[in-house]
Structure formats: C-alpha cells, structure tokens
C-alpha cells in the first residue's frame, strides 16, 4: 500500500506499509555511531520514539533532532532514535557539533529494508531512495502507541502528540 505526502507541495509516493498505534513494531536492524548493527531488540524494557527523516543536513531534518533532544532529557525510560540515510560519520559530526546527547542516531545505510517496513521509502521525487519525516512512539514491548506520516516532508512533526502518546 503506497501513501502520498508532499515536497513543496508536489506529491511524491511513499512505498510500505506505515504502522497504526496498536500494531507490534516491526522488527529492524539499523546502522549505529561505531558502524555496529544495532537491532531495535537492543533498546528492550525501553518507550521509544522513532524520529525519521530524509537527512539531517537539511534544516527541518536538523531542527527535529534539536527538539526530540531536549524533549529526550526529560523523559523517563525512554530513547529518542533519530532515523535517517545520513552515514554514521555524519550524523555524529552533526550531533557533536550541536552538543546533542540525548538522541541515538541510526543509519539506513544497511537497513534499508526499515524504509519499506515502516512505510517510509520516498518513491518518487528528487529525494527518492531517503525516508518520508515520520514519528513513531513505541511502548516498552513495542506496541506502536502513535504515528505521524508527515504530510509535507518540509514542515516538522507534531512534537506534542508524539510526547503526549508517553504520558
């Protein structure tokens, strides 16, 4: 099933199937700071928040990351992955740079089949082959609590509905 969402207001598809809040998670492997795969079962007994985007080298992307890092501070028993096709290189320079240390970042450079199984693969468009922005809130055993598929991948997602889903 392929959704639509919009890039300076042209469609642009999104292949997969994105996740409801009451489904299980699905499982993944993506690719951390050190270059080691990190499975989501590596995050178990913890809430999580799932903050995908194309790149952060874009200000949206960079911007989303600013916000779940603070917002991360605050919350108990629960991790912030900032999910994106940036390399490891990058996304660590980046979070270096802004002093971020409360998100983990992952890279889809071999994960990508995470794209299509959370229902983020960009289809079409020139930022086909990166992720649509979306946030997913997982509970401790992975339930999905919330879900946002951004409509237009230019604006930032709905920082208090996705925090709301772990109060």
Do not use: W
Not at 64 to 80: D, G, I, M, P, Y
Not at 88 to 95: E, H, I, T, V
């Amino acid at each position: 099933m392929a959704n639509t969402v919009t890039l300076g207001g042209n469609p642009v598809q999104v292949d997969g199937l994105f996740p409801q809040a009451g489904q299980k998670a699905a499982p993944f492997t993506l690719v951390g700071k050190d270059l080691a795969d990190v499975p989501l079962t590596s995050f178990v007994g913890k809430r999580k928040v799932l903050n995908i985007f194309p790149s952060v080298d874009t200000p949206v992307c960079a911007a989303s990351v600013r916000h779940f890092n603070a917002a991360a501070a605050r919350l108990e028993n629960t991790v912030v992955l900032c999910i994106s096709a940036d390399l490891p290189f990058a996304q660590s320079r980046f979070c270096g740079a802004e002093g971020l240390d409360n998100v983990i970042s992952l890279s889809t450079l071999r994960g990508r089949e995470f794209l299509k199984a959370y229902g983020v693969a960009l289809a079409s468009g020139p930022l086909a082959g990166l992720a649509a922005r979306a946030v997913v809130v997982l509970d401790e055993n992975n339930q999905v609590l919330h879900t946002e598929l951004v409509p237009e991948i230019k604006q930032e997602p709905d920082y208090a509905a996705a925090l709301a889903a772990l109060a």
